[in-house]
């Protein structure tokens, strides 16, 4: 069974930051590209950013400059750092097993900027 479990995220004022994980079981984890989603409040599904097997990276143009995606292949972890959050980064993160953020996803972790 394909299992991912998001965690990390938080209450964060803007500015600031946090690194969300996701830790995955049930496939060759090493062999899948995977990506970051995100649903804002009233808003419809956003991709984040996706790496590749090899460590390709790629980022939506709103996060580009202030996510860092990266993975852990000896952990079966994805991560995503992120600085300089704004408000409109608000938002249930997920993590796909994918590049483009298709299911299967976690059940994500929710991200809120505010003062």
């Known amino acids: 069974e394909v299992q991912l479990v998001e965690s990390g995220g938080g209450l964060v004022q803007p500015g600031g930051s946090l690194r969300l994980s996701c830790t995955v079981a049930?496939?060759?984890?090493?062999?899948?590209?995977m990506s970051w989603v995100r649903q804002g409040p009233g808003k419809g599904l956003e991709w984040v950013s996706g790496i590749s097997v090899s460590g390709d990276t790629a980022y939506a143009a709103s996060v580009k400059g202030r996510f860092t995606i990266s993975r852990d292949n000896t952990k079966n972890t994805l991560y995503l750092q992120m600085n300089s959050l704004k408000t409109e980064d608000t938002a249930m993160y997920y993590c796909?097993?994918?590049?483009?953020?298709?299911?299967?996803r976690g059940q994500g972790t929710q991200v809120t900027v505010s003062s």
């Open positions: 796909a097993k994918s590049y483009t953020g298709v299911p299967p």
């Open positions: 049930g496939f060759t984890y090493g062999s899948y590209p």
